[in-house]
């Protein structure tokens, strides 16, 4: 597999390498033939089948892209058949991918303190709940640096996550381990959650009682599934938590919705389109929240809290939010990072916080020295 990943980015193939949460497969999806298309509105997803990266702004100049594969492996073996077959007059120029610390601004600690504060502010329980604010943090990427080893021990460490590594030549390659789904349809049963309130894990067990912030950022999330599903008149759904998930070194609340599928009448993509950006991302209500993130934030989330996953693959789905994520350039990694912001947030501890899931990707990159 490390061979593959190599040559593919080498030759600036698409590619998409993931693992299910709680499965031990690893499937990697191959598009050489022709580059992954890129849509303008999730509406362009209708009646297609693949593997999509979306971005956070759906209106953004960042595309909607869907690896519809050429190649399909299962396991950590490429077959050796496909390096004979790749032509070397369709390789595009040989480059890595973008080396992005011209246009990404590192996020300091006063000036993130300093914005959770005038987030703080604005928030008006009633008119608005809750906001999302994320920052970006740029290390060195380590000469020994392999985003294939990377991978291997990400799904090691976080079996219960969805760990992936995802490259097209014009949105880079990104690598995650997402504690997050949007949306599951599996067997004719969809799947959605509230997941909202962070805490760090004390290594002592997940029954620690919780917060009152976190679990007021919780019941703001699960309200807005609740009225989701009102808008699509799904009556008809079971709903379980809020419980504890444990994602690396923090841990979350989470509450689980799941109905038929047959009670969504085929609106697949326009539940998808309500969905995202969820509170936990964005804030509430959904659109007053993105405006002021896109007015405030000093740089460019592009396809971090946005979605990805495969998408209509024999008649399944199964798509997360991305987060716990960098994007690898030329010589830096950069880490994205967010916490949610509600009346009660302490400025320091929202800091802490976004450290916290920062260690979630940089202890595992530190063990490849």
């Given amino acids: 597999m490390m061979n593959f990943h190599q040559f593919a980015l080498e030759n600036r193939i698409a590619f998409v ?17 022709t580059e992954p298309i890129a849509l303008t509105n999730l509406m362009g997803l209708e009646g297609r089948s693949g593997f999509v990266f979306a971005p956070f702004n759906i209106e953004s100049h960042h595309p909607i892209r869907l690896i519809e594969p050429d ?7 490429i077959d050796k058949s496909f390096f004979s077959s790749y032509n070397e007059h369709l390789a595009r120029v040989k480059s890595n991918t973008t ?26 329980p009633g008119e608005l709940d809750k906001l999302v604010l994320s920052r970006i943090s740029i290390e060195a990427k380590p000469k020994t640096f392999n985003p294939s080893i990377l991978l291997q021990k990400l799904q090691r460490s976080y079996p219960d996550a969805f760990v992936f590594m995802i490259h097209i030549a014009d949105t880079g390659l990104w690598i995650g381990a997402s504690p997050e789904p949007l949306l599951e349809i599996k067997d004719d049963v969809v799947s ?32 807005y599934i609740d009225s989701i599903l009102e ?17 690396g070194a923090v841990e ?5 919705f799941t109905f038929s599928l047959d009670a969504l009448q085929g609106k697949i993509v326009e539940l998808i389109d309500a969905i995202h950006p969820t509170p936990s991302v964005c804030g509430l209500p959904k659109y007053e929240a993105l405006d002021i993130i ?56 929202e800091w802490e916080e976004t450290n916290s899931k920062k260690r979630t990707l940089m202890s595992i990159v530190e063990t490849l020295n």
């Fill in 71 to 77: 190649l399909v492996f299962k396991g950590d073996e």
């Fill in 252 to 256: 979350h609340l989470l509450t689980h």
């Fill in 17 to 33: 390498t993931y693992k299910l949460p709680n499965l031990e497969e690893v499937t990697t999806l191959v598009q050489w033939k």
């Fill in 192 to 223: 959605t959650v509230s997941l909202a309130g962070t805490r760090l894990y004390n290594g002592q067990g997940i029954d620690r009682e919780w917060g009152a912030k976190e679990l007021e950022e919780q019941e703001i999330v699960t309200r």
């Fill in 294 to 349: 896109l007015n405030s934030e000093e740089h460019d989330r592009e396809y971090y809290t946005g979605f990805l996953g495969t998408f209509n693959i024999e008649k399944q789905y199964a798509l997360f939010v991305n987060l716990r994520c960098m994007k690898v350039g030329v010589d830096q990694l950069i880490y994205f990072l967010g916490a949610g912001i509600t009346a009660g947030s302490v400025p320091e501890k």
């Fill in 99 to 124: 080396n992005v610390s011209s246009y990404l601004n590192e996020t300091s600690r006063e000036s993130y303190l300093a914005k959770v504060d005038e987030f703080r502010k604005k928030i008006d």
């Fill in 231 to 247: 808008m699509f008149q799904i009556k008809q759904y079971a709903k379980q938590g809020p419980q504890t998930k444990l994602a």
